[in-house]
């Protein structure tokens, strides 16, 4: 069902109602996202990353990536141990 509201002669506004899942999958698009740095809470609590990538992902879409860039030294064992979980 389509609904218009038109003020004056001028100005017509769009008042069909909009169906959410649809609006959402409008709004998908492949993004190339680039994250610089590293907060030491990653390191320690992985599930706090693991929830950020998620939540980029979200929204978006396919052939989409992420590439982080970061001076974290990967010859640590404990850094290894909880990024790899």
């Known amino acids: 069902m389509?609904?218009?509201?038109?003020?004056?002669?001028?100005?017509?506004?769009?008042?069909?109602?909009?169906?959410?899942?649809q609006?959402?999958?409008d709004m998908l698009r492949p993004m190339k996202i680039l994250i610089i740095g590293w907060r030491?809470?990653?390191?320690t609590n992985p599930t706090r990353l693991k929830n950020r990538i998620y939540e980029i992902a979200r929204?978006?879409?396919?052939?989409?990536?992420?590439?982080?860039?970061?001076?974290?030294?990967?010859?640590d064992p404990e850094v290894s141990q909880s990024v790899s979980q």
């Open 2 to 21: 389509h609904f218009d509201l038109i003020l004056g002669n001028c100005l017509k506004i769009d008042l069909t109602p909009l169906d959410r899942r």
């Open 23 to 25: 609006l959402e999958l």
């Open 40 to 43: 030491w809470v990653w390191t």
């Open 59 to 75: 929204s978006a879409d396919a052939g989409s990536y992420i590439v982080f860039l970061n001076q974290m030294p990967t010859d």
